[in-house]
């Protein structure tokens, strides 16, 4: 069977287990490649802040290609040209902090720099990212202040994923 987990009350269900892998699926080189080039966009226009997930699927699907399909596929990505201003950089530990706490739904303490004079610790939890071509927001709640806040990744100078059970239950 497969490894599901049932929640109950509003908002409950059932759910794969978070552990679960995907079977494998079928894709032509053709699709394979459209998938790569979409993974080499976002990455490169920094879409998404989860790069080195990003880059490790792309791995797999381009490892599930031949040789000659790989060779296809570098030939055809070395005649794509992604223009248009990518998204403010963030460092690697915080993209993977922001991953983590955002995928695992744990809370995340940062350091958020407020102006060129100000940083502030705040304690999170994020609801939701907003990602547009120029910037990512995050929608968060402040565990502190019980209150909506939204913060600009670019502007997280540290990330720490809070391990679970180290908050005091809401």
């Avoid at 459209?34 to 797999?60: H, I, N, W």
């Avoid at 201003?85 to 407020?114: C, G, M, N, Q, S």
Wanted: glycine share 8%.
């Amino acid at each position: 069977g497969l490894p599901l987990r049932a929640d109950r009350g509003r908002g409950g269900g059932y759910a794969l287990d978070k552990s679960y892998q995907l079977p494998p699926i079928n894709l032509t080189a053709r699709e394979a490649a459209l998938v790569c080039a979409l993974g080499r966009m976002a990455r490169e226009q920094r879409l998404l802040p989860f790069t080195d997930t990003l880059e490790s699927a792309l791995d797999k699907v381009r490892g599930a290609l031949s040789t000659s399909a790989q060779r296809e596929l570098l030939g055809l990505l070395d005649q794509l040209q992604f223009v248009g201003v990518p998204a403010l950089p963030v460092t690697p530990a915080v993209r993977r902090a922001i991953e983590t706490a955002w995928f695992e739904e744990r809370a995340l303490r940062i350091d958020y720099r407020k102006n060129d004079y100000t940083s502030v610790p705040r304690l999170v939890r994020i609801r939701g990212l907003v990602c547009d071509r120029a910037q990512t927001l995050l929608n968060c709640v402040d565990l502190a202040l019980g209150e909506d806040r939204q913060f600009r990744l670019d502007r997280i100078i540290d990330a720490t994923v809070v391990e679970a059970g180290a908050l005091p239950a809401a």
